[in-house]
């Protein structure tokens, strides 16, 4: 069965359009690297491939995969997307994407690597602003509320409502905000990052989104209810059983590369 990036892959190779899609899609995704040696402590050591085209890390986003490209059992960890580019930027390396039989099956050259890491990092500034007035959202791109969509699809236990609206603040500028209900302190920083990168992704040139944090028992937001577009955002439901992860398997985690 096809996964979520064989399927972006697929429809990045019939329309170029639907690139933004997929390589937002590879920052989310939880993959396996293979490693070099088993992790010591919070280090880890890349298994490097030495090619014709340059040096190459290998990643897969399902087990079955990695063990049918390898001969023999491998070390490995697993990282979401957005990690790994991180930790290889500026390393000279390219990745090797479910090489073998897969439909995503490819090479994300360097630069591709590094562009991808300085999209997840991004440049967003903190500022305290509040909005005169909010209102129904317009002249929103489809592209960005279909970013937001797929971002805000994947926080449920830790995002329990969004709203997007215009707003109108002090010295007459006009944005968009989004509120953001019931997000946890510790989680609050993460969640600005994957949705600074839907802004990026969805391809609005110099665009801005303002984000709000709000209580559920906020007396500002039922406006934003009564105003917005909010969006679904399934809710987490939790294994019965849960066990602790191994050292070095949390996908928001990273070793240290050595």
Known sequence: MDTPLDLTCLAMQNDEANA????????????????????SGDAAQPLVMETSDGSLVLVFDLEERMAAFSDEPSDYVSLSGRRIA??????????????????????????AVDWLAAVAIGDDKVVEAKPL????????????VAALDGKLANMGGVVSAAYLVSARYEGGENGHMLALVNVPEAAKAGVSEALSEALRFSGVEAGQ??????????????????????????????????????????????????
């Open 20 to 39: 933004p899609a997929f390589y937002a899609r590879f920052l989310e995704a939880e993959l396996f690297l293979l490693l070099e040696s088993e992790v």
């Open 86 to 111: 991180k930790m290889l930027s500026g390393q000279g390396l390219a990745i090797g994407l479910n090489l073998g039989d897969a439909p995503s099956a490819m090479v994300l050259p360097v630069d």
């Open 133 to 144: 007035e909010i209102s129904k959202p317009v002249g929103v791109p489809e592209t960005l």
């Open 209 to 258: 989104l303002d984000l709000a944090f709000m209580p559920a028992d906020d007396s500002h937001l039922e406006s934003f209810m009564r105003a917005g577009l909010g969006f679904e955002i399934p809710e987490l439901v939790l294994p019965k059983i849960t066990e602790p992860s191994a050292p070095g398997t949390d996908p928001d985690s990273p070793p240290i590369l050595r």
